[in-house]
């Protein structure tokens, strides 16, 4: 069996202006992380359906965006958060992607799959474009497999440094949807707190003390957050993979290292391992240091790879 890798060029004509940490090279060295990785099963990341993107936003939201893409140059649509000619294209195929990853890891056509798209999703709200993220990418997902697959457990885990208060404000209210977010705190967007719990106790937050390192996060996981998916028994587990929380990424102050980047996946793989048959899409959200962002994903594959064999 295998892993499939979803990406896609058009994701590179999602261009930021000079400077913006969430660049067009953050996918090129991916790219070249993952080249010479044997055994991938790699495909075209496709458009989404509208009807995907309205499973979590709006109508007037989607018509706001399509109207906002510019024809040349820039339209910043908050200070972070920017779009190219290129950039609707891209985030479309970001949505497409993870809808066709749970596509494929609920046929049983692949074990497990990462989608390595941009521009990423976690904050982005119902109806505001938030932190370099236009549409809720893996929200839309999980929400896909419930309606269209029809789960009633699914289980998302965003490890990336930022809280994902785009996923929690989209999945609020969805009882058949269990949210986790560990991130640090105090950090930009401020929001992820432990009372943050959802409409019906859906969503669980853990804030990361700033420079605490991997012992921390492995002793909050273990503890708290592995625990209560063993309860759960999700039928399939959802990954927002950022890799911000690394010692040398320049937006926050978390000292992981990428063994414990590796040590998460296999965890959480274990866990899909025992619920769901080792069904999870893992998707990209932030990592901001090139090098870092690079190796940490590609020890997150391979892990993924050596689980689906
Ligand atoms: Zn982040």
New binding site residues.
């Given amino acids: 069996m295998t892993t499939a890798l979803y990406t896609h060029p058009d994701c590179l004509d999602h261009v930021t202006p000079a400077g913006h940490p969430e660049q067009v090279a953050r996918l090129k060295y991916i790219e070249a992380a993952l080249r010479d990785v044997s055994g991938l099963d790699r495909r075209d990341a496709p458009d989404c359906d509208d009807d995907d993107i309205l499973l979590c936003h709006p109508s007037d939201y989607l018509d706001m965006l399509t109207a906002a893409a510019p024809t040349s140059g820039w339209r910043s649509l908050d200070g972070d958060t920017h779009m190219s000619p290129g950039t609707l294209r891209a985030a479309r195929r970001a949505v497409g992607a993870n809808v066709a990853a749970v596509d494929a890891v609920m046929s049983g056509e692949v074990d497990n799959a990462f989608v390595a798209c941009r521009p990423p999703g976690h904050h982005a709200e119902q109806s505001t474009p938030m932190g370099f993220c236009l549409f809720g990418n893996l929200a839309i997902a999980a929400k896909h497999a419930l309606e269209r697959h029809g789960l009633s457990r699914v289980t998302i885990v965003d490890f990336?440094?930022?809280h994902g208060n785009g996923t929690q404000a989209l999945l609020w209210n969805e009882r058949r949807i269990q949210f986790f977010s560990s991130h640090q705190s105090p950090l930009w967007p401020g929001s992820g707190h432990p009372n943050e719990t959802g409409g019906h106790n859906n969503i669980w937050n853990y804030p990361l003390e700033p420079h605490s390192g991997g012992q921390e996060m492995r002793q909050v996981y273990e503890a708290e957050i592995f625990p209560a998916i063993d309860r759960y028994q999700p039928e399939l587990i959802l990954v927002s993979a950022?890799f911000?929380a690394h010692a040398v990424d320049p937006?926050a102050n978390l000292n992981w290292q990428t063994d414990d980047f590796a040590w998460l996946t296999e965890r959480i793989c274990d866990l899909a391992s025992v619920h769901c048959g080792g069904r999870l899409v893992s998707t990209l959200?932030?990592g901001y240091d090139l090098r870092a962002l690079a190796d940490s994903v590609a020890a997150h594959v391979t892990i993924l790879m050596e689980r689906s064999a």
Avoid: K
């Fill in positions: 990336d440094v930022h950022g911000d937006l959200e932030g």
